[in-house]
């Protein structure tokens, strides 16, 4: 079973930069679409920001011009990096990605664990 394994979460000064990342446990044999998806208090979870294997990205209307999505094809790993936080990103944060397993798998859709970003003075 493949798992996804996120990094990054933390705490930040409002103004201030996180970068989460996120990896395939193991070597699969491909990956489409990766992304991150957060839950504040006392909210539904929201789409952050997805991206294709070929790049495309899409963001959520709040975090537009402040978060970049990016991946590495070469390790299927995807970054999220979050410039001029604000209290109102506090949420934890999940990483997704739809994985191909092997040439004879279906594509299923795999969610971490959950980091907790925290914004605050």
């Known amino acids: 079973q493949v798992q996804l394994v996120e990094s990054g979460g933390g705490w930040a000064q409002p103004g201030g930069s996180l970068r989460l990342s996120c990896t395939p446990s193991?070597?699969?044999?491909?990956?489409?679409?990766m992304g991150w998806y957060r839950r504040a208090p006392g909210k539904q979870r929201e789409l952050v920001a997805d991206i294709r294997s070929f790049g495309s990205p899409n963001y959520a209307a709040s975090v537009k011009g402040r978060f970049t999505i990016s991946r590495d094809n070469a390790d299927n790993t995807v970054y999220l990096h979050m410039n001029s936080l604000q209290p109102e990103d506090t949420a934890v944060y999940y990483c997704?990605?739809?994985?191909?397993?092997?040439?004879?798998?279906?594509?299923?859709?795999?969610w971490g664990q959950g980091t907790l970003v925290t914004v605050s003075p």
């Open positions: 997704y990605a739809d994985v191909k397993e092997t040439f004879y798998s279906t594509y299923q859709e795999e």
């Open positions: 193991k070597t699969i044999f491909t990956v489409g679409v």
